[in-house]
Structures are given as structure tokens and as C-alpha cells.
């Protein structure tokens, strides 16, 4: 009888995970970030501090942010927990000691999720700003 | 509370930080055993992992930056322990394992609270639903990795707090 209602709760836990795993990646599918095919041309203003801009002009088919920046070799970083974590932009590395770190942001908006995942769209206008405190 | 007892809890704080830096340099993002200790450690220890939780937040802090991201470290993994502490009795291994890969393909929407908060319904979806394909692999990483480890971890524990190695 143990062994039954052990089986059953293996059982039914199992399927609940499968089933919120399905249910997740619907809507990923449904409401997750998605791309525009097409030849685009999208303005990267790089912000290390108030005097100090640059910007660039990047032509692209690129669908996300990520790939068009990649293309012109613009931002160094690594995959974390929470996505492609930004490091360094146009050669100028964050440091870390001093709590420095890069905001995306997109027309001065600020942008809920990673670079990975920004879709762009022609005319678009980014800015990848220097911050400093946490 | 006794000195072996403050020993006890920096060790395993230290083991956690320890542990979720060396899995952080493997090449798949979200493959993690803080989950996995925390239940282990909310079983054998009890509350006392409240202590062990907050230190290794504490390290994180100093060890990664007190980002955005700590203020998320400040509830979640406590909510796993809740979690844990409401289901002690349960012996079955599948269940640990479920409650582990759940709290994984939870973990964005959890962190996402904040972004409700501040940013509202639309952010807070937004960053949830960006995160979604970390989640998977998270509540997937997490529910295998249970199922292989915890009774081994929880054995060896156990025995440890059992022998009067750790007071428990």
C-alpha cells in the first residue's frame, strides 16, 4: 500500500513537472522575444560617461541586438544565469571593483531583458551606457 | 548557539559559494547543486540553513558584486527552504527531485518579482518569459541532478550530524 502511494506520488510529481515544462515553452513560443528578417539598419550609441559618447552605425539582417553587435565586434561578455552578461564595449571593460557595468537601453528606455534576446527592428536606436554603482 | 555549531554554518556557507562558482564555469548556464544543498541542508539542519543561506548570499555578494541580481538571492533560495522545511517528512526520492527542478523552472519568475514591482505587469513578463529557456534547463539540471545526489549527499550528512560531527 506504502510502496503503491510512493509510486503515485513519483507518478503524479513527475507528469506535473513534465506538463509545467510544456506549459512554459508555449509561451516562450507564444510571448518570447521574436525577430524580424530583413535587412535593417539600427544607431549603437556607446555612453562611457556624460562627455564621452560614441556612436555607431551598424547595417544588418541580424534578427537580435546580441548578433548585430557581434557583427561589429563591439561588446565582450559571457553566458550567465541570467543571460549573455555584457563585460566590455568598443574595447572599455567594465570594472568590477569599482562597480562598473553596462545598461542596454533602447531610445533612453530601460530594456527587462538581455542582449540576447532584444529584437531589432530598422531605425532602432540603442545606447549601451557605462554605469557606475549597483 | 555553540562554536562548532557557527563553524558548522560558515563551512557549509563556504561550500555553497565554493560550489556555485566551480559549476559556474562549466559550459551549460543553470547547472547548479546550491538547490540540491539547500533541501539536503533545510533537512539535516533545520532552520540553522537560514544561516548558511544568508552567508552564502552575503559571500556571493562579495564575490560577484552586490548586482540587481542580489536582491533576489535574498528570497529565493529562503523560499526553497520553506518549501523543504513544509515537505521534511517526505521521504520519496522523486519528490525531492520534483521540488528541486520546480523551484528551477520557477527560479526566473521568482527573480522577476522585483521587475513586476518596479517596471510593472508588462516588464515583469517581458524578463520571465526572455528567461524562460534558462528556466527549463534549470528545472531540468536541477531535477536530474537531485535525483543522482541527494541521497548520497543526505546519507553522508546525516551520518555526520548522527556521529556528533555536526550538532544538529
Known sequence: MKKKSKNLVGIVSTIALVVLVIVMG????????????????????????????????????????????????????????????????????????????WQVTKNGEYLPYGVNDIAIADGDHYEITLMVGY | MKIKDIV????????????????????????????????????????RTLYIIYIFVLLEGFFYGFGPWWINYLYVWTILFFVANFFRKRKELILWATISGAFGLGFGALCSIPYFITGGFPTGIAYW???IPFDIIHGIGNFIVTLFLFKPIYRILNKLSNNGMISV
Not at chain 1, 544588418?60 to 565582450?76: M, S, Y
Not at chain 2, 539547500?38 to 533545520?46: Q, R
Open chain 1, 26 to 101: 508555449l509561451i516562450y513560443t507564444k510571448l518570447g522575444p521574436q525577430g524580424m528578417k530583413g535587412d535593417k539598419s539600427i544607431v549603437v550609441q556607446v555612453i562611457t560617461s556624460e562627455d564621452d559618447s560614441q556612436e555607431f552605425k551598424i547595417n544588418t539582417d541580424a534578427e537580435f541586438l546580441r548578433q548585430a553587435l557581434d557583427e561589429k565586434d563591439l561588446i565582450n561578455g559571457s553566458d550567465s544565469d541570467y543571460g549573455f552578461f555584457i563585460t566590455g564595449v568598443n574595447g572599455r571593460e567594465a570594472e568590477v571593483d569599482n562597480q562598473e557595468w
Open chain 2, 8 to 47: 558548522i554554518i560558515g563551512m557549509m556557507g563556504a561550500i555553497l559559494v565554493g560550489i556555485q562558482v566551480a559549476m559556474g564555469l562549466l559550459p551549460i548556464p543553470n547547472l547548479e547543486l546550491v538547490s540540491l544543498l539547500v533541501i539536503v541542508f533545510t533537512l539535516v539542519f533545520g532552520y
Open chain 2, 129 to 131: 518569459v526572455s528567461g
